[in-house]
DNA sequence: GTTAGCACTCTTGGCAAATGAGTGCTAACA
DNA sequence: TGTTAGCACTCATTTGCCAAGAGTGCTAAC
C-alpha cells in the first residue's frame, strides 16, 4: 500500500526529529513544525496509521513515536535526498586525502580517520584482497651464510619479503637460478592461483641440482604469499559511541565496543559486503550484536580491480543523508587517488 | 615511622580484601579473618592510626576503610610476596609463546594477548625501537622501466623495502653499483646514525655518473629508515574494563576506553619507561586520566640489545603479586625466545 | 592494651505521591 | 468527509520520605 503524501511528510519529519534528539518525538512537537500546518490531533490519526502500518513504534503508551528499521529503509530508498556536501567539507576532505599510491595502506587509515571525525561514529576499513592481484617477480637474495631473502612483489606495486634461515649452503648462482626459474613460473599467475596451484612439479627439474634449497623455500614462500592476501582493518573513533545517547548503558556500549574489537569477523563481514554504496539498517543485519545498528559502506577500488571497502557503523539512528554523501564523495576521492596512472585529482566543481 | 607488625598485617588484610571485593571492608569483616584475632574494636583503633598516616581513606563516615595508593606503594615494595606460577600456568605461558625469532611481532602480539587472557585486564606491547639496529645490506632492485625496489636489510633481521618510482631512466649496473656503494657507506650503522650523518657525501664522487638516480633514491632511502624505527603498539582485552566495577561508569570508561586510543601516546609513555619491571600506582602516573589506574609493565629483548615493553593497565586495585609473576615469567619467556642463537626453550623447573 | 556497648552517621532500597508528556477517543466544526 | 478541540486515561519519571543496615568513634569497663 502506498503511503499519502501527508503520511510521508510526517514520517519524514519524525525521522528527522528522532535522529536529531534521539526521544520518541509526539504529535504536539510535529505540529509545532511550519511545513507541517496540521493540529496534534490530525496527526496523531494518521500516526496511529503509520504504527499500524508498521513504521512507528511506541515505547509506551503515554511516549511519542519512534521509527522502526522499515521506516529507516523507506526514508533512504525514498524519501531522503542527497546531501550535497559543502565546499568546505569537500575542501577537508580532498586535501587530507592527499597520498601516494605506493602508500596506500596509510591512505587508508586516513580515511578511516577522517570519515570518523566528519561523522562522529566510528568508522573502519579494509585494504583490499589481492587474491586478483598478479606476481611480476620473485628474487632470492644472499644475506648471511645461511640467511636468504624472498622477496615477491606484484602488479599492483606490492611487496613483500621474508627472511628464511637456509639449513643447507647455498651459492649465489643458485639463488638466481632459482629466481629466475619462480618468476618464470610464477609470473603473471594470480596470487590465489600461485597458492593452489602447486607448480612445484614444474620445476622439478632444475630443483634435483639444488636438493635442499627448494624444501628450505617452498613453505616460506606459501606463507609469504598467504602474507599477502591479508586483509588489514582499521578502525577509528570507537568511543564515539559514547556521545550516542542509546549507549549510555554500560553494558550495550560494552557489547558494542567488544564486537568491533573482534578483528577477523569484522573483516570477514565487511569482505562479505556488495560492493557500491551499501546501507544495512538494524535487524537486516544479521548478527545479534548488530540488531540496533547500522552500516554504510562503500567500495574503493586501486586502479579499478582490487576492492576494498571503507564505512562507519553507528546506531540506527543516523543521518543516512549526510553519511551517505561523505562516504560516497570520500571513496570518489579514493579511487581518483588510486589511479595507477599516478593520483590525478581534479573532480567535479 | 615504621609501622606496627599488626598494623601491616591489618593493611595487608584490607587490601587483601578490598583487591577481591572492590567494597570498603569493615572491622567486623576484618576481625572475622582467623590470621586477625583481634576484636572489632581494636581494629577499629588500628585503622584510624593507620588512616591519620594516610594509608586509609574513608569514602564516608559510615563505610568501611579503602586503601590508599601509599597503601599499595608499601605493599607493593615491602609486604608482598612473590608468587609462583603453577605449573599449569607456565606450561600455558610456554606453550602458547612458541615463536619463531623471525616473526617476532606476531610472538610479541601473542605475548599481549595471552597477558590480558590470563590477568583479565588490558595489556599492550610495543616492538623495540630499533634505534641501534645495525644496517647490513642495502639493495636495490629493478622491476619496471621506471620502478625501481629499495630494501634494507638490517642485523637484526628485519627487511624493508619500497618501491620507488624513478624519474629517470636507470640501467641495472647502475643500481648494482648504487647498491654496492650504498651498502659500503652503510654497512655498520645504527639506524640513527645513518639518519643523521648525512653520508651522501661520501659517494658524491660515483654519484655524478647517475645523477638523477640518487635524488630520486635518497628520500626514500631516508624515509624507510625511518619506517625500520616505527614502533608497533599491540593492544588486548581493552573490554575487560567493563568488568571491573569501578568502571560501571560510563564516563569512567570513556576516559580509559579515549586514552588507551591514543596510539602515540601510549607508545611514548611505554617507550618512556624504565626497564625491568616498573609498577606506577596511581596518583603516580603523571597523566590524568591515569590518575586511578596503575600500569604494571617490563621489558623484553631481542638479542640481549634492542629492548621491547610490554604490560598491562588495570585499576589500582589489582593484584599486584599476581601480575608481577606472570609478567616477569613471560618477559623470562620472550628473551629466550628472541635469543638469536635461535629460540632454544629449557627454563627454570 | 583490649574489648564491649552504644549513640551517631551515612548510604541504600523501597514505596507512594506528584508530575507531566502523550495518547486515544468522542463530539463538534467547516 | 476531513479536521480539530477537549478530556479522560496511561505510564514513565521524579521527588520525598522512611526504614534498614553497615560501619564508625568514643567511652567505660575489663
Redesign the pocket.
Known amino acids: 500500500m502506498d503511503l499519502s503524501e ?1 503520511k510521508l511528510k510526517i514520517l519524514s519529519a519524525i525521522i528527522g526529529d528522532y535522529v536529531k534528539t534521539a ?7 510535529l505540529s509545532k513544525k511550519p511545513e507541517l ?6 496527526i ?2 494518521e ?2 496509521d503509520l ?1 499500524e502500518l508498521g513504521y512507528l513504534t ?8 519512534v521509527p522502526s528499521d522499515k521506516a529507516y529503509r523507506l526514508y533512504v530508498n525514498a524519501l531522503m535526498d542527497k546531501k550535497e556536501l559543502s565546499r568546505e567539507e569537500k575542501k577537508l576532505i580532498a586535501a587530507r586525502l592527499r597520498g601516494d599510491v605506493n602508500e596506500f595502506e596509510k591512505t587508508i587509515e586516513h580515511a578511516a580517520s577522517l570519515l570518523s571525525e566528519i561523522t562522529n561514529l566510528t568508522s573502519f576499513a579494509i585494504t583490499p584482497k589481492q587474491t586478483d592481484d598478479v606476481l611480476k617477480y620473485i628474487n632470492l637474495l644472499p644475506v648471511d651464510e645461511d640467511t636468504v631473502i624472498l622477496m615477491i612483489v606484484s602488479e599492483s606495486g606490492k611487496v613483500n619479503n621474508r627472511a628464511i634461515k637456509m639449513s643447507v649452503p647455498y651459492t649465489e648462482e643458485n639463488l638466481k637460478l632459482l629466481s629466475k626459474n619462480m618468476t618464470y613460473n610464477y609470473k603473471g599467475k594470480t596470487i590465489s592461483q600461485a597458492l593452489t596451484n602447486n607448480i612445484i612439479a614444474n620445476f622439478e627439474t632444475d630443483i634435483i641440482a639444488m636438493s635442499g634449497l627448494a624444501e628450505d623455500l617452498m613453505p616460506n614462500f606459501m606463507k609469504t604469499l598467504e602474507d599477502m592476501l591479508n586483509v588489514n582493518l582499521y578502525m577509528e573513533g570507537l568511543t564515539n559511541i559514547f556521545d550516542i545517547p542509546e549507549y549510555s548503558d554500560v553494558s550495550k556500549a560494552r557489547h558494542f565496543i567488544e564486537m568491533l574489537s573482534k578483528k577477523e569477523e569484522m573483516t570477514r563481514k565487511l569482505i562479505e559486503r556488495e560492493e557500491g554504496i551499501t546501507i544495512s539498517i538494524g535487524e537486516e543485519n544479521s548478527e545479534d550484536e548488530l540488531q540496533d545498528c547500522s552500516l554504510i559502506t562503500a567500495s574503493y577500488s586501486i586502479d579499478g580491480r582490487l576492492v576494498g571497502k571503507i564505512g562507519v557503523i553507528g546506531p540506527t539512528r543516523m543521518k543516512y543523508e549526510e553519511v551517505t554523501s561523505i562516504i560516497e564523495y570520500l571513496t570518489d576521492n579514493l579511487n581518483n587517488t588510486f589511479r595507477l596512472e599516478s593520483g590525478g585529482k581534479e573532480e567535479d566543481e
Open positions: 501527508r526521544e520518541p518525538v509526539g504529535s504536539r512537537t500546518g496540521y493540529s496534534p490531533a490530525t496523531r490519526n500516526m496511529a504504527e511506541h515505547p509506551h503508551t503515554s511516549a511519542g513515536r
